[in-house]
T-cell receptor, first 118, second 112 residues
Framework: GAVVSQHPSRVICKSGTSVKIECRSL??????MFWYRQFPKQSLMLMAT?????????EQGVEKDKFLINHASLTLSTLTVTSAHPEDSSFYIC??????????????FGPGTRLTVL | DAKTTQPPSMDCAEGRAANLPCNHSTISGNEYVYWYRQIHSQGPQYIIH?????ETNEMASLIITEDRKSSTLILPHATLRDTAVYYC?????????????WGAGTKLIIKP
């Protein structure tokens, strides 16, 4: 149980285009989903936290108009990178958490999406 | 800012116990310690977590010092498939959510 999927696993796009990444919790309902970015040989950096039906909370320095997050259902969150540029190339990882505040649960991570912007 | 410090890399012989240390001297009383690992170009995998008491599951054991300023993850019989980056993480409460504060991790290499 507790499987999180991401689609696509890899995407290559041209500079200026928008890319949508999906994150799904396959066998549980995720009240909270998280989006991370990871550059080569670095740790995960939290981009935003989203609760189902609410606006996402973005970390300092993350542009909310560039990284659009939609958590429309308890099993699906999407991250859209708008007008992507080469510096947006990175490994994007989502995670999902089952229980809501203040109960505890570990975050279950997706396999990640490798974005390359040419 | 990361709340944990770990050695950047460690080696361990296959079949031996791998002991991965972590310092979290600024941890607060209600903040949990989590361990995840990440195999190259994959999503992180949950290993174990704890608050005060030592914990054990089918993957590993977690030993937390009495003052909670440090902990050790123990993989009892390391295999080649345990080669990965291991992250010691403090979970903090923020804005009615829990967030994982990731450190730099330890690259563990299991050698035959």
């Amino acid at each position: 149980g507790a499987v999180v999927s991401q689609h696509p696993s890899r995407v290559i796009c041209k500079s200026g285009t928008s890319v949508k990444i999906e994150c799904r919790s396959l066998d549980f309902q995720a009240t909270t989903m998280f989006w991370y970015r990871q550059f080569p040989k670095q740790s995960l950096m939290l981009m935003a936290t989203s609760n189902e039906g609410s606006k996402a909370t973005y970390e300092q320095g993350v542009e909310k108009d560039k990284f659009l997050i939609n958590h429309a259902s308890l099993t699906l969150s999407t991250l859209t990178v708008t007008s992507a540029h080469p510096e947006d190339s990175s490994f994007y990882i989502c995670s999902a958490q089952q229980d809501s505040w203040p109960t505890t649960d570990e975050q279950f991570f997706g396999p990640g999406t490798r974005l390359t912007v040419l | 800012d990361a709340k944990t410090t770990q050695p950047p890399s460690m080696d361990c012989a296959e079949g031996r116990a791998a002991n991965l240390p972590c310092n979290h001297s600024t941890i607060s009383g209600n903040e949990y310690v989590y361990w995840y690992r990440q195999i190259h170009s994959q999503g992180p995998q949950y290993i174990i977590h704890g608050l005060k008491n030592n914990e054990t599951n089918e993957m590993a054991s977690l030993i937390i010092t009495e003052d909670r300023k440090s902990s050790t993850l123990i993989l009892p019989h390391a295999t080649l498939r345990d080669t990965a980056v291991y992250y010691c993480i403090v979970r903090v409460a923020r804005d009615s959510n829990y967030q994982l504060i990731w450190g730099a991790g330890t690259k563990l290499i299991i050698k035959p």
